[in-house]
């Protein structure tokens, strides 16, 4: 019997889905086709009909935490349609809950040495888009509110994604946490915003190697 045409697209999510999260635990290259395939419960055989290469698979896994004017297809939980959506950004993005998904966590946060010692440019230009994507956000809002200004959402996005890394690198617990809430702080007051309510809780990740 032949698979619904939805199959296919699923299996690929799946794999994608797979190879982010193992990629977010180990890096690009200790991680091999064959670990994918068996965590997403598939055999090799099957990767070549889906993706031409490691390099693709790894730029389009990369992707899945896409920043995007009407939503993210992974990442942090905001209501991109709210005025208040880069605030919401902020303030997700620095939460302890997106700190502890490391699985599921923007790959910004977990891959960009990875990605710079690698020099694949496919890869290198994936990483770029989501960044970009993420910035572009902020670039966007100041616009709108009337406070044009392309370097300062550059910088509200750099202070999010370097606190996240050095704060993931911490053996202390509260210093992780000091890192964090400070450039919480500090990017909130860079694009002149408050956080004016309470953050909403996401739901808690999964332990690793379940799935």
Avoid at 2 to 26: C, D, V
Avoid at 69 to 95: C, H, K, P, T, W
Wanted: charge should be positive; proline fraction near 6%.
């Amino acid at each position: 019997m032949p698979y619904p045409p939805e199959h296919r697209e699923r299996t690929r999510k799946n794999i994608l889905r797979s190879a982010r999260a193992l990629f977010n635990r180990h890096g690009f290259a200790q991680v091999k086709i064959d670990d994918v395939m068996e965590h997403a419960g598939l055999t090799h055989g099957g990767f070549y009909s889906y993706f031409k290469s490691k390099s693709e698979l790894y730029a389009e896994a990369i992707s899945l935490a896409l920043w995007r004017g009407d939503g993210v297809v992974d990442g942090v939980n905001v209501d991109f349609s709210a005025g208040d959506a880069a605030r919401q950004v902020i303030v997700e993005y620095l939460s302890r809950e997106h700190a502890d998904d490391v699985d599921g966590s923007c790959p910004m946060v977990t891959l960009p040495a990875d990605v710079a010692r690698g020099g694949d440019p496919v890869v290198r230009a994936a990483f770029e888009k989501v960044f970009t994507s993420m910035a572009g956000l902020f670039a966007q809002t100041l616009s709108r509110e009337g406070r044009p200004n392309p370097n300062r959402a550059l910088a509200i996005a750099s202070v999010c994604v370097g606190a996240m890394v050095v704060a993931r690198a911490m053996a202390n617990e509260k210093l992780a946490n000091s890192i964090r809430e400070a450039a919480r702080v500090t990017a909130l007051e860079l694009g002149g915003w408050t956080e004016r309510q309470p953050r909403r809780k996401r739901p808690r990740p999964r332990p690793r190697g379940v799935h």
